[in-house]
């Protein structure tokens, strides 16, 4: 089963614009990753944020982590076409294994 | 430095029949994950190896079984072959056995096809 949950499922922007996507989750994480996967390929790994990290950056990316709320957010500022993907997050809770959520699929329209 | 390999990259099989699948991980790491992927959906854990051992599963009948070799590669065996078993499985690697703290690295899947 799903740990997490991303929302929205798809969301198209225009080229220059930012997109933010969200990740909410069920149980307490040791950490939080985001990746990014181009046409049903191999995943990339983006950021890994520690569950006592509020942000983390990372280049044009920058992801924010609210333990409270069970929740993080992924922000690309200045979108480029190259973006377009499905971004998933992804939490561990001191196990070995990764729990993926159902990811977001972004279009970054030229 | 050579990446997380899978091999093969594209696979069709039929009900019924076994398929093994081939994983190197990056150099320098010694911890394979195998997911499995449907389509839309995101991946699912399947189980780690770890110093030729199965660490963790996931919740996957026995038809899915794995093996890792002195060299940390890994294979991931799927018998009796259900239409519901194709998918994109994704194989990924750590360079510690730490808590589950560590960064994944994934190869680019093998797609398989079941009819």
């Known amino acids: 089963s799903q740990q997490g949950e991303e929302d929205p499922q798809a969301l198209s922007i225009q080229e220059g614009e930012n997109a933010t996507m969200n990740c909410s989750y069920k149980t307490s994480i040791n950490n939080l990753q985001w990746y990014r996967q181009n046409s049903g390929r191999g995943l990339v790994h983006l950021i890994l944020i520690r569950s006592n990290e509020r942000e983390k950056h990372s280049g044009r990316l920058r992801v924010t982590l609210d333990t409270s709320k069970k929740s993080s957010s992924l922000l690309i500022t200045a979108s480029r076409a190259a973006d377009t993907a499905s971004y998933f997050c992804?939490?561990?809770?001191?196990?070995?294994?990764?729990?993926f959520g159902t990811g977001t699929r972004l279009k970054v329209l030229a | 430095d050579a990446g997380v390999t899978q091999s093969p990259t594209h696979l069709i099989k039929t009900r019924g029949q076994q398929v093994t699948l081939r994983c190197s991980p990056k150099s320098g790491h010694d911890t394979v994950s195998w997911y499995q992927q449907a389509l839309g959906q995101g991946p699912q854990f399947i189980f780690q190896?770890?110093?030729?051992?199965?660490?963790q599963r996931g919740n996957f009948p026995d038809r899915f079984s794995g093996h890792q070799f002195p060299n940390y590669s890994s294979e991931l065996n799927v018998n009796a072959l259900l239409l519901g078993d194709s998918a994109l499985y994704l194989c990924?690697?750590?360079?510690?056995?730490?808590?589950?703290?560590?960064?994944?690295?994934f190869g680019p899947g093998t797609r398989l096809t079941v009819l």
């Open positions: 992804a939490t561990n809770s001191g196990t070995y294994k990764y729990i």
């Open positions: 990924a690697s750590s360079p510690m056995a730490g808590g589950g703290a560590d960064t994944q690295y």
């Open positions: 190896y770890y110093e030729e051992e199965e660490r």
